[in-house]
DNA sequence: GTGTCCTTTGACCGGTTGGTCAAAAGGTTG
DNA sequence: CAACCTTTTGACCAACCGGTCAAAGGACAC
């Protein structure tokens, strides 16, 4: 709508910085001056720019689920099986690895009960879920990917791959400090695994 | 030590009452007062038995690192290689079930940084990990077991299990209202994972 | 320059937070 | 009963919380 160019870098600032602070603190354990001091910003100045703090852990929200869904969306009925669940994997744990506070941020809501955004996940998440679950359903129906439950096996993707965002901290302490990048370690163990879960 | 016996009832009411709020908020977002409504007491009487709320969750999160890390102390490197590993998933699986507050609790500890039981990470869970992860290499090695990173296959392991019990909403949200039950379907389809990552 | 609108700020507010304290109530032992 | 220790409580506190507001400071078109 009608911004200012002041308006739009502020907000982005601000978000920027709301997304650093909500990841690591959830929503609760997150101050309004909390966040204005990581956006150099005074507090009734932020407030200036969202009407309270729940707005835009909201807005945040909102934005995320958009981003979150989209590697799902691409799964495509027409590609090859395999490569087009390992593509899917391979794009979620990229995720992890560039964006592991909006991860956080996700998994912050939905530990502590999904309060804000879980009438999204009925509405958004449930169908998309559903749709791509049909499609994968049908490829093992044909014989051409091992059959196992998809509901189950998309549940799987997530977990496995959000984990090396969401307990980095656990990762990292397990392996070490001479491994200082799990991640190509993980998508070779991830495509192994799924490889050997789902090829005929 | 010298403890009475309404010292002992009531310091495990309290760590009841503490483990569902704290759970189900993280730390900041828990309150003295919440912790004390649900335990029945009034807020000066719970600080009678403990001088904080950090060293109630501190106490938690102690008794919880010894209890989480039981069932991959029975890893049994005499026994059968996927078995011993199956028995593991099923038993990590059952604690999602049955120690939902547990699972939601540590992995908010972790998720937000693991200031408080980071330590812990690297004395206690660490060599246990390496140790195990030593056994099931020296599997592979025996083509006792397909060979993949023994590590990340215990970072699987916990992934997917707790997934269950940390993602419980999103998991019914998607499954939807008939399924009432998720967890068998999930063991299901976490022994036939396991199984065509791991059987030679 | 001047008027207008957008932006920033310091001072402030009522409510909540974690925690203290002195005193009262209760139990146990002689 | 009396002395002693444990347990419980209401009143209270300083710090902090999310949010408001009037007024000052800037940006920009004319």
Redesign the interface.
């Known amino acids: 709508m009608g911004q200012t160019r002041i308006q739009r870098t502020k907000i982005a600032v601000i978000c920027e910085a709301a997304l650093d602070v909500f990841s690591?603190?959830?929503?609760?354990?997150t101050t309004v001056d909390q966040i204005a001091r990581a956006a150099e910003l005074s507090k009734p100045n932020l407030l200036y720019y969202f009407p309270s703090k729940e707005a835009i852990h909201t807005h945040l929200l909102n934005q995320l689920m958009d981003t979150w869904l989209d590697p799902l969306r691409e799964l495509d009925h027409t590609g090859d099986p395999l490569s087009e669940i390992l593509t899917y994997v391979r794009r979620k744990l990229a995720m992890s690895r560039d964006m592991p506070r909006e991860s956080?941020l996700f998994?912050?809501e939905?530990?502590?009960?999904?309060e804000r955004i879980?009438p999204a996940?009925?509405t958004e998440?449930?169908p998309l879920?559903d749709d791509k679950a049909r499609v994968i359903a049908e490829w093992m129906h044909a014989g051409r990917l091992?059959a196992?439950?998809p509901?189950?096996?998309?549940?799987?993707i997530?977990?496995?791959t959000?984990?090396?965002a969401?307990?980095d901290?656990?990762?990292r302490?397990?392996?070490?400090p001479e491994v200082d990048d799990p991640f190509p370690?993980?998508e070779?163990?991830?495509v192994?695994?799924f490889t050997?879960?789902l090829s005929v």
Chains 1, 2 share one sequence.
């Open positions: 690591t603190h959830g929503y609760r354990g956080r998994a912050n939905i530990l502590q009960g999904a879980g996940l009925s998440l449930k879920v091992r196992s439950d509901h189950h096996l998309l549940f799987s997530w977990s496995l959000q984990h090396y969401d307990f901290v656990q990762v302490a397990v392996l070490g370690e993980a070779a163990y991830l192994t695994m050997r879960m």
